[in-house]
């Protein structure tokens, strides 16, 4: 497992290595993952998050993406390169609230975070989040794979 300050610096970087999940220990899933940073201030971050019931793709944006006219949306793309997600950011401004103390792993304290519902666990998977500026071309982009199994190591 990758320190929190190896992680920081990773992301400075550009370069993402994460392991572990968002969320309290008392949730649904355990998760590894790795991915690659976008080199983006505006496309910040991948990582699994875990619920209640189900394991979510967490996106953070920054403030200026949702507030830009520059930037239209978030597309999420699969290992085969299958759209399965487009978050569209001017209908979205301001309707996540991001709580820096739950979710500190961000390192920021403002933004939007946005999530891509995966499945229970266990659920596996790649993805390749873009942000789509106003012409349609992506002008960032950043990768995850990770691994989600179930708390208490059983399968379905």
Same mark, same amino acid.
């Given at each position: /497992?990758?320190?929190?300050?190896? &992680?920081?610096?990773?992301?400075?970087?550009?370069?993402?290595?994460?392991?572990? +999940?968002? %969320?309290?220990?008392?949730?649904?899933?355990? +998760? !590894?993952?790795? %991915?690659?940073?976008?080199?983006?201030?505006?496309?910040?971050?991948?990582?699994?998050?875990? #619920?209640?019931?189900?394991?979510?793709?967490?996106?953070?944006?920054?403030?200026?993406?949702?507030?830009?006219?520059?930037?239209? &949306?978030?597309?999420?793309?699969?290992?085969?390169?299958?759209?399965?997600?487009?978050?569209?950011?001017?209908?979205?401004?301001?309707?996540? !609230?991001?709580?820096?103390?739950? &979710? !500190?792993?961000?390192?920021?304290?403002? %933004?939007?975070?946005?999530?891509?519902?995966?499945?229970?666990?266990?659920?596996?998977?790649?993805?390749?989040?873009?942000?789509?500026?106003?012409?349609?071309?992506?002008?960032?982009?950043?990768? /995850?794979? &990770?691994? +989600?199994?179930?708390?208490? #190591?059983?399968?379905?």
């Amino acid at each position: /497992m990758r320190s929190r300050r190896r &992680f920081l610096g990773g992301l400075a970087a550009g370069s993402v290595g994460l392991a572990g +999940c968002l %969320g309290s220990d008392d949730l649904i899933a355990r +998760c !590894s993952s790795r %991915g690659r940073g976008s080199g983006s201030q505006h496309l910040r971050q991948l990582v699994p998050i875990r #619920g209640d019931t189900q394991v979510a793709l967490g996106i953070a944006v920054s403030p200026e993406a949702t507030e830009s006219d520059n930037y239209r &949306f978030v597309e999420i793309r699969d290992r085969d390169d299958r759209l399965v997600g487009s978050i569209p950011l001017d209908d979205n401004r301001e309707m996540s !609230s991001l709580n820096t103390d739950q &979710f !500190s792993i961000y390192g920021a304290d403002d %933004g939007e975070v946005y999530a891509l519902p995966l499945g229970r666990p266990p659920v596996h998977g790649a993805y390749t989040a873009s942000l789509i500026n106003e012409s349609g071309e992506s002008v960032a982009t950043a990768t /995850m794979r &990770f691994n +989600c199994y179930a708390e208490d #190591g059983s399968l379905p």
